[in-house]
């Protein structure tokens, strides 16, 4: 988890871009003042606030969000194992309840409004991944603090550990894996070696890179194309031939070994190169 980028998600200061919120949040000098802390003095002229005084408002406010986000949590998670895998979380509330479930969500600010609809999703994978992210939410944030003008955050790492543990263990080998890449190709290039030549660390390093780009790509979602193009090989032997006949003794040739294939490759195109 960012949790800078989720820390700023839960604050709202008008006239204030979040991103400049996110780009304040960081780790206190002390450890007694917690994970993380945001100095409030820059806001105390758009707001027309004291330091102090923004930041005991905004410890109030996430406080309340934090409560709220608990209890969306709670709704949700009393009714989750009851979602089949073609069914809404919507159809199974009440129809009194529909509208103010959607309200609770609105009530959270901004950046969760697409989270309701994430939730109700019928997609069980999208429907998973919004929950988790629900859950994690709820779970991630142990006290908010204001003291001396800063906004200081306490995490409950070891709950959020927990949550990321069990996700893996539902998902299993799926753990991570995405439809981001759906629809997109990526061709990747392996090492591309001369064959008319030995292999060397080199090429095996780059191949293996390349097929971890290629196994990495297609669980995004991608259709990955792997190329591993040798080249004009038409070219490459016909120097070698043309070595083997010219530079070779006819005792290297009749022991013919990679070093003497190697060797006569060498000269022969240093010998095409003068030529040309």
């Known amino acids: 988890m960012d949790y800078k ?16 919120v996110e780009s304040l949040i960081a780790v206190p000098k002390e450890s007694g003042n917690g994970d993380y802390s945001l100095p409030c003095f820059r806001f105390a002229r758009v707001l027309r606030k004291a330091p102090d005084k ?4 905004l410890a109030s406010d996430i406080v309340a969000k934090l409560k709220r986000i608990n209890r969306i949590h709670e709704r949700i ?10 069914s809404s979380l919507l159809d199974l509330l009440p129809e ?28 069980p994978k999208k429907r998973a991944d919004a929950f988790f992210y629900l859950a994690s939410l ?18 409950n790492k070891s709950a959020y550990n927990k949550i990321i543990l069990d ?10 894996a995405s439809d ?17 030549k030995p292999f060397h660390i080199g090429h095996l390093m780059t191949t293996v890179i390349g097929a971890a780009l290629y196994r990495t790509f297609n669980f995004l979602g991608y259709r990955a194309v792997g190329i591993n193009h040798l080249g004009d090989w038409g070219t490459q032997f016909g120097i070698l031939i043309k070595g083997y006949r010219e530079c070779l003794t006819q005792e290297e040739r009749d022991n ?19 030529m040309s």
């Open 96 to 123: 009194n309840e529909k509208d103010d479930f959607r309200a609770e969500f609105s009530s959270l600010g901004k950046p969760f409004e697409k989270l309701f609809d994430d939730v109700s999703q019928s997609e």
């Open 77 to 86: 998670s009393a009714v989750r194992e009851s979602v089949k895998s073609k």
């Open 180 to 196: 981001v890449g759906a629809g997109k190709t990526v061709c990747i290039d392996y090492s591309s070696i001369n064959i008319a």
């Open 5 to 20: 980028h989720e820390i700023s998600q839960l604050i709202n200061i008008d006239g204030v871009d979040r991103q400049d």
């Open 167 to 176: 996700k893996v263990a539902a998902e299993g080998n799926k753990y991570g």
């Open 54 to 57: 923004i930041a005991e408002d």
């Open 138 to 155: 709820a779970k991630f944030v142990d006290k908010v603090e204001a003291k001396n003008g800063y906004l200081n955050f306490y995490l």
């Open 256 to 274: 013919l070994t990679v070093a003497n294939l190697e060797k006569c490759y060498v000269l022969s195109a240093a010998k095409a190169s003068d």
